[in-house]
C-alpha cells in the first residue's frame, strides 16, 4: 500500500486512530513486561536484605 503523503500515511484511510492507539499500546505493554520485573527484583532484593539483617540481631 503507497501512501500520496505523510499525513495519509499517518491516517490510514481512516483507521489512523486504532491503528496507532493499537501500537501504543502494545509498546507500553512489552516495556511494561521489560521495566516491571528490573523495580521488582530491586524491592525484592531491599526486603530480603532487611529481613537478613533483623534475623542477625535478632537474639
Known sequence: MQFESF??????????????????????????NLILPVFKRKELLKNLARRLRRENNAP
Not at 10 to 30: K, R
Open 7 to 32: 499525513s495519509e500515511f499517518l491516517n490510514m484511510g481512516g483507521h489512523g486512530l486504532y491503528v496507532w492507539l493499537s501500537y501504543a499500546l502494545g509498546i507500553a505493554i512489552i516495556s511494561a
